[in-house]
Every structure is written in structure tokens, then in C-alpha cells.
């Protein structure tokens, strides 16, 4: 059984960095593309970033770009998104999710149901 397990949300001031990490088990991390997927309230979710597990080509939403950066240490089972350069409009829950498809994370009609791992989500909130 796939699980996934977020942790290292919180309150950031604009400008402001935050880490958080995504720890797996269950299943062999290293066949799995590993993302996150933000949804903030009132809007669709979002693919933030992935990274996938062929190669490590990583992916990034043009509204996070050069600001967020990930990161997995497959000895550790475990994925990183640095946020830096925080806005207020990143206020959202992040979710970590794991595919064998790498293109799960570009869906704009993406659900939970539709990744073969999904996690609790951990809240980033942006604001002074």
C-alpha cells in the first residue's frame, strides 16, 4: 500500500522560505515520479512540481519557477520542495502524490483517485 506522509508546512512571511518533505513507503520509490500538487481555496489543484524517477528530470509550474526547487533522496525514500521567495498567493495545502506517469501532474482535471498514491496534505500559508 502506497503511502505518502507531508510534513514542514506553516506560516511564512513573504519572501520567506519554507522545506517540505515527503516521505514514502509502500511501494519501490525509486519507479515512481514523486510530485506535489497545491490547491488553494476556491481554486483548481495545481501541479507545482514533480521529479521524475527514470531520470530525475524535474518540472516546474511556470508560477513557481526559479522559485521552488525538489529534490529526492532515494536512500532516505524521501522528496524535498524548497519554497523560496514565498508570495501569498502559494498559500495552499501542498499534497504529495507518486505516479508511474509523469504527465499525472500536468492534468488541470486531476483528482487523487486518479494517482496510485496521494498524501494528507500539509498547509503553507503566506502572509505578514
Known amino acids: 500500500q502506497l503511502q505518502l506522509v507531508e510534513s514542514g508546512g506553516g506560516l511564512a512571511q513573504p519572501g520567506g522560505s519554507l522545506t517540505l518533505s515527503c516521505s514514502v513507503s509502500?511501494?519501490?520509490?525509486?519507479?515512481?515520479?514523486i510530485g506535489w500538487v497545491r490547491q488553494a481555496p476556491g481554486k483548481e489543484r495545481e501541479g507545482v512540481s514533480y521529479i521524475r524517477s527514470s531520470d530525475h528530470t524535474t518540472y516546474y509550474a511556470d508560477s513557481v519557477k526559479g522559485r521552488f526547487s525538489i529534490s529526492r533522496d532515494n536512500a532516505k525514500n524521501t522528496v524535498y520542495l524548497q519554497l523560496n521567495s514565498l508570495r501569498p498567493e502559494d498559500t495552499a495545502i501542498y499534497y504529495c502524490?507518486?505516479?508511474?506517469?509523469?504527465?499525472?501532474?500536468?492534468?488541470?482535471?486531476?483528482?487523487?483517485?486518479?494517482?496510485?498514491?496521494w498524501g494528507q496534505g500539509t498547509q503553507v500559508t503566506v502572509s505578514s
Open positions: 509502500g511501494f519501490t520509490f525509486e519507479t515512481y515520479t
Open positions: 502524490a507518486a505516479d508511474r506517469v509523469a504527465t499525472m501532474f500536468l492534468d488541470p482535471s486531476m483528482e487523487p483517485d486518479d494517482f496510485d498514491g
